[in-house]
């Protein structure tokens, strides 16, 4: 049997490749425990389970010799540690060294400054038979927008973070089913120029169909939808300041609030997952929504 060279996703993802020899795999188990034979599907198990155990031991060791090779074996460790697709293979060969419970903590951690910024936070309030039970709290629990939007980005980040985990529940978010559907197959796009942007700088990008707005307020980055919701101007023609975005027709909004108006308790921004992964500042839009053109920075 001749190894075929390892293959990326549609677009050059090794993990989208990873999941699609995963569910291909999945596909050819089906396949032979539905053969009649039972000796034959005796013998097809026993390969698979022996190939596995080989590869398992070669990794193992691989890891192993990366581990002891000194300082710079100690970073390309905790990288592979880190990598999504080696994390993977790590997991389903037992040789993960943190539990579920660690990697799961790792991930609310990775994603709480996020709800932080939008005024809210995550506990984690049991993991049992790995299934886990999360609340979110603070100001976002009462916007459905926000509500939404930390739901994703919790679930991305427990996602990378722990594949093995069976599932998990957030108790006090609040039922948004039409802004969860929009969201339901969201695709993380790389707003570039993000991370250089300035404490009262923003800029915006014109996806298909949803135009963002990106700020920076007190050393945070936050993401929303590029409109007022009271009069639907532009929100980059407005004005901001310390933290207080106003449009064109004067109506005015918190920003690290979650987009909240402080005149109105009705208005707020649509506010839209934003999160820092490996370095890069990625949003979450909707399915059928694609990227533009890199923007130009704007100075509020």
Not at 23 to 37: S, Y
Not at 195 to 207: P, S, V
Not at 242 to 269: I, K, M, Q, W, Y
């Amino acid at each position: 049997m001749t190894a075929r060279p390892p293959s990326n996703g549609q677009n050059g993802d090794p993990v989208d490749g990873m999941n699609r020899h995963g569910r291909r795999i999945q596909e050819i188990v089906a396949q032979i425990d539905a053969l009649p034979n039972p000796a034959a599907r005796a013998l097809m198990q026993e390969c698979m389970e022996s190939v596995l155990n080989f590869y398992g031991d070669g990794i193992a060791r691989m890891i192993e010799l990366v581990k002891r090779s000194g300082i710079g074996g100690q970073k390309a460790y905790a990288d592979l540690l880190n990598d999504n697709v080696v994390r993977g293979l790590l997991l389903i060969h037992g040789l993960h060294p943190h539990d579920l419970a660690t990697r799961l903590r790792q991930a609310l951690d990775k994603v709480r400054p996020y709800m932080e910024s939008h005024g809210g936070n995550v506990e984690l309030l049991s993991l049992e038979n790995d299934f886990a039970r999360l609340r979110l709290e603070g100001s976002c629990k009462t916007c459905p927008s926000s509500a939404v939007t930390l739901e994703l980005a919790v679930r991305q980040a427990i996602e990378e973070t722990c594949p093995d985990l069976a599932g998990f529940e957030v108790e006090g978010a609040i039922a948004a089913t039409t802004a969860r559907q929009a969201y339901s197959q969201a695709e993380w796009v790389e707003i570039e120029n993000a991370r250089q942007l300035a404490d009262g700088a923003f800029i915006t990008r014109q996806t298909d169909g949803t135009p963002l707005y990106v700020c920076r307020v007190d050393g945070r980055l936050y993401a929303y939808r590029d409109r007022c919701p009271a009069c639907n101007a532009p929100l980059h023609s407005g004005r901001l300041q310390g933290g207080l975005l106003t449009c064109l027709e004067g109506h005015r909004f918190s920003v690290p609030d979650a987009g909240r108006s402080p005149d109105d308790p009705a208005l707020h921004l649509d506010p839209i997952p934003l999160i820092d992964e490996d370095g890069a500042i990625k949003v979450a839009l909707a399915s059928s929504s694609a990227a533009s053109p890199t923007p130009e920075p704007a100075i509020a």
